[in-house]
Nanobody
């Protein structure tokens, strides 16, 4: 497995979770990394992405100000800190990597298995 996501679970509205995605194979520093999610009955959607150095990030409007993506290239791990969680954040979250920041989620991207996040009281 080249991308291993973890950290999902059940959390109450307003709570926080931190997802991790450990990568293997080629060094993570050679990839842009991102998080996507898919809710039941919906298409997979972009959540956040980060460039190779970590100096550039991008977020979906729905998570701006609540989620933070970061990376530790020495540990080959990317993170997604999720705060102020809402029921509509409930989904399976996937990490992805791509040689290019602007094409994350496209045909050159590699995907990990998902981790379930459920926001419910």
């Amino acid at each position: 497995v080249q991308l291993q996501a973890s950290g999902g679970g059940l959390v109450q509205p307003g709570g926080s979770l931190r997802l991790s995605c450990a990568t293997s194979g080629r060094a993570m520093s050679t990839y842009a990394m991102g998080w996507f999610r898919q809710a039941p009955g919906k298409e997979r959607e972009f959540v956040a992405r980060i460039n190779r150095s970590g100096g550039n990030t991008d977020y979906a409007d729905s998570v701006k100000g609540r989620f933070t993506i970061s990376r530790d290239n020495a540990k080959n791990t990317v993170y997604l800190q999720m705060n102020s969680l809402k029921p509509e954040d409930t989904a399976v979250y996937f990490c992805a990597r791509d040689p290019y920041f602007t094409s994350l989620g496209g045909p050159l991207s590699s995907w990990g298995q998902g981790t379930q996040v459920t926001v419910s009281s």
